[in-house]
């Protein structure tokens, strides 16, 4: 069973900056592919990007050109780098992973409990 703790998440402005992590309990971090998504009030739940064991990014076209997935595997750590950040932005955001990778479709047999972004214009 792998295990995902999100951190990072809080409130800002308009244009502001986050950086959220996740960490997995396990030692095959490297092997997994691992996403980010996220859910608003009233929202399905969307993938915002993903990256594969060998640094393979993709990010759903909301969010290209402002955020960056990157993976430390010494660290064995996810991160999600938001820059830009708008209104819209404002959800609950997620840690997934699996050894199959699923893109940005939320078929992600592991998941994280969620840390909260509000952006307030």
């Known amino acids: 069973q792998v295990q995902l703790v999100e951190t990072g998440g809080g409130s800002v402005q308009s244009g502001g900056s986050l950086r959220l992590s996740c960490a997995p309990s396990?030692?095959?971090?490297?092997?997994?592919?691992m996403a980010w998504f996220r859910q608003g009030p009233g929202s399905e739940r969307e993938g915002v990007a993903t990256i594969d064991s060998g640094g393979v990014r993709r990010y759903a076209d909301s969010v290209k050109g402002r955020f960056t997935i990157s993976r430390d595997n010494a660290k064995n750590t996810l991160y999600l780098q938001m820059d830009s950040l708008k209104p819209e932005d404002t959800a609950m955001y997620y840690c997934?992973?699996?050894?199959?990778?699923?893109?940005?479709?939320?078929?992600?047999?592991?998941w994280g409990q969620g840390t909260q972004v509000t952006v307030s214009s």
């Open positions: 997934a992973a699996d050894s199959v990778g699923w893109f940005l479709s939320p078929r992600y047999k592991y």
């Open positions: 396990r030692y095959i971090y490297s092997q997994l592919y």
